[in-house]
Each structure stands twice: as structure tokens, then as C-alpha cells.
């Protein structure tokens, strides 16, 4: 089945700088990527996604890059805020599986 | 409704007790999908439903859980004679169509088993 390692699991970053979030995958049929941000204590919310014939993909301050080739993908988020801190997952899905299958997490820790 | 309404949001169940999880989805979102998140951990996979039917059921961990969704609509995710490491969070998602878009998830359940 696939795999997703994600890293790092926990990140610190200054108020302004950017952050970077890698995950690699492992069935090359994966064909969607998810990223979710959840808070402490709520639900995990899509924050952007990535379909596999794209390369990548931009909203306000963050990106999305794929990499299908080397079967990975990265969440940069430009221009960091405190309220930008809480726990980011990414996710793999292919064509026809319902199911997706997420990384373990990384805490992002924006300081003031 | 105006997003995925799960119930109980805790539930705390005496080892062996049965309990039952309530997973209301978005109106009209035809795929439903029921995932387990330990502590520190990403969401991990257990059943999905397209509509009343059960199309992938590979992530139960055992023969204690089940789910249905016998309207297409509201599931049930029902776990027997719990155990200490069915503790977790239970995250219901539900999304428009199969693989078309990303899932809007419930706030959960938190279920502690002592």
C-alpha cells in the first residue's frame, strides 16, 4: 500500500520567514495531494491541493510543488504569522481509491 | 448542514462496552470516510462509503468494528467490546465526489477506553 513520510515534525520559525514541509510518497498511481492544517483540539481543514498534472500550485501566501517524478511533494508558506501555527498533514490518494493515506505531521511554531 | 456534525464529541467507555459513533455529513456529499487519529499521529484510514455502499473496508483493525450508512446519509461507526488501544480520535470526512475533491472532516470523537 503507500506510503507517506512527511518532515520535518517540528518546525520554528520567525515571525515573517518562510516555512518549507516535504512529503514523499510511494505508489506512483497517487494522483491528489491534499495539505490540512489542524489546530489543537479541532479538525484537520484543506488548505490546498495539488492534482498530479499540475506542478504547482498558489494561494495568497502558500504553494504547492509536486515532484512526480521523484515522488514528492512540498507545502511553502511565504511571509509566516503567529495564527499560522498548528499541525500540518499531507495526504496521497490515487485515481480510484477513496482512501487517502496521511503523513505523520509537523508542528509548525510561528514566533512573534 | 452547513459541515460534518459528529457525536459524541467524548465519550469515555469502560473496557468491553460497546459503543456507537454518529457521523453526519455534509447534505448531498455522496462519499463518507471514517479515519482513526491516535495522539501525535496523522489520520489513519478505516472504511469509506460511496453512497450506502461500503467500498473499502481494508483499515478496520478488527472484527470489533463496524460501520454502516444504510440511507446513503448518516453513518455509524460501531466499535465492540473496546479495548484500551481503541483509544483515539474518531474523524468522520465527507466530499462531493469519489477522488474529485478534497474531504471536509467533522471535529470528531474522542473516545478514551478505561
Known amino acids: 500500500g503507500e506510503n507517506v513520510e512527511q518532515h520535518p515534525s517540528t518546525l520554528s520559525v520567525q515571525e515573517g520567514d518562510s516555512a518549507v514541509i516535504k512529503c514523499t510518497y510511494s505508489?506512483?498511481?497517487?494522483?491528489?495531494f491534499p495539505w490540512y492544517k489542524q489546530e489543537l483540539g479541532k479538525r484537520p481543514q484543506l488548505i490546498i491541493d495539488i492534482r498530479s498534472n499540475v506542478g504547482e500550485k498558489k494561494d495568497q501566501r502558500i504553494a504547492v510543488t509536486l515532484n512526480k517524478t521523484a515522488k514528492h511533494f512540498s507545502l511553502h508558506i511565504t511571509e509566516t504569522q503567529p495564527e499560522d501555527s498548528a499541525v500540518y498533514f499531507c495526504?496521497?490518494?490515487?485515481?480510484?481509491?477513496?482512501?487517502?493515506?496521511f503523513g505523520d505531521g509537523t508542528t509548525l511554531t510561528v514566533k512573534p | 448542514g452547513a459541515g460534518v456534525s459528529q457525536s459524541p464529541r467524548y465519550k469515555v467507555a469502560k473496557r468491553g462496552q460497546d459503543v456507537a459513533l454518529r457521523c453526519d455529513p455534509i447534505?448531498?456529499?455522496?462519499?463518507l470516510f471514517w479515519y482513526q487519529q491516535a495522539l501525535g499521529q496523522g489520520p489513519e484510514f478505516l472504511t469509506y462509503?460511496?453512497?450506502?455502499?461500503?467500498?473499502?473496508k481494508s483499515g478496520l483493525p478488527s472484527d470489533r468494528f463496524f460501520a454502516e450508512r444504510p440511507e446513503g446519509s448518516v453513518s455509524t461507526l460501531k466499535i465492540q467490546r473496546t479495548q484500551q488501544e481503541d483509544s483515539a480520535v474518531y474523524l468522520c470526512?465527507?466530499?462531493?465526489?469519489?477522488?474529485?475533491?478534497?474531504?471536509?472532516f467533522g471535529s470528531g470523537t474522542r473516545l478514551t477506553v478505561v
Open positions: 505508489d506512483s498511481a497517487s494522483n491528489y
Open positions: 447534505s448531498g456529499h455522496v462519499s
Open positions: 462509503f460511496q453512497n450506502e455502499a461500503q467500498l473499502d
Open positions: 495526504a496521497s490518494r490515487g485515481t480510484n481509491a477513496g482512501k487517502s493515506t
Open positions: 470526512a465527507s466530499g462531493e465526489r469519489q477522488g474529485r475533491y478534497g474531504y471536509t
